[in-house]
């Protein structure tokens, strides 16, 4: 388990931008997100959650790696995983390849840290989906999943998962019995409230804990936030 994670490439294909512009609103709104969610545990430190939205197309993984992101700059040790079997995109964000993950854990004997890259940023590392399973649901329903989480909350503080959508597959709600909590992602101006209701009933039903919900890609030019900060 001491063994060193190997380095990602050292450009990146989205914008973390609470690591390239620290001091913008938007970064504020991140490290305002990791407030909030270490408010909603009183009675436990939160280890792990997973991230998810409603349906494709909401902002779901650029939100997860960026809260990963303000994590990692307060001090924790943070795994970001990406467990959409079906389509991952943290290797996009993080230019790294995709050719072995997450699916390798799960379906044969190769550990962590053999598995797991160091990102340029400190305190964060990542790990892909790798080759795309024909069974994800079963796979992250599995008890080799279990003992993922188990050995990853030993080296880590917080493991955060980015998962699909809960309207698209059910891999969502099997994740969710594992971990902590659930972060819901929606999108301003393209989220139905139908969907939203419908993603909340649905995670409820797996008995998820829903720590809470982000608007993403809200319109601040008229917010006087915005102006205040001048950006």
């Known amino acids: 388990m001491a063994r060193k994670p190997k380095k990602t490439m050292q450009t990146r294909g989205r914008s973390l931008i609470a690591n390239d512009n620290p001091k913008s609103p938007i970064s504020e709104q991140f490290r305002t997100i990791r407030t909030n969610l270490q408010f909603t545990s009183i009675d ?13 197309s909401e902002g779901k993984s650029i939100t997860t790696a960026n809260t ?3 994590f990692a700059q307060q001090g924790k040790k943070v795994l970001l995983i990406d467990a959409d079997l079906r389509k991952p995109t943290i290797h996009y964000t993080f230019r790294t390849d995709n050719t072995y993950g997450l699916s390798n854990y799960l379906v044969g004997n ?7 890259r160091e990102s340029e940023i400190e305190n964060l590392d990542i790990l892909p989906c790798g080759p795309i399973p024909p069974n994800p ?3 992250l329903g599995s008890r080799k999943m279990e003992k993922f ?8 503080d917080m493991v955060i998962f980015d998962t699909p959508p809960v309207l698209a597959v059910t891999d969502s709600q099997v994740l969710s019995r594992f971990v902590d909590g659930v972060m819901l992602v929606v999108r301003s101006k393209q989220t139905e409230q139908e969907a939203a209701h419908k993603a909340k009933e649905l995670l409820l039903k797996s008995k998820a804990n829903i720590l809470g919900a982000v608007l993403n890609d809200k319109d601040i030019k008229s917010s006087n936030y915005y102006y205040y900060y001048g950006s």
């Open 44 to 56: 436990k430190d939160l280890e792990t959650m997973l991230v998810t939205s409603a349906s494709p």
């Open 68 to 70: 990963a992101v303000v």
């Open 110 to 116: 190769r550990s962590i840290f053999d598995l797991v």
């Open 137 to 139: 649901s079963e796979l």
């Open 149 to 156: 989480i188990r050995e990853a909350k030993q080296s880590y």
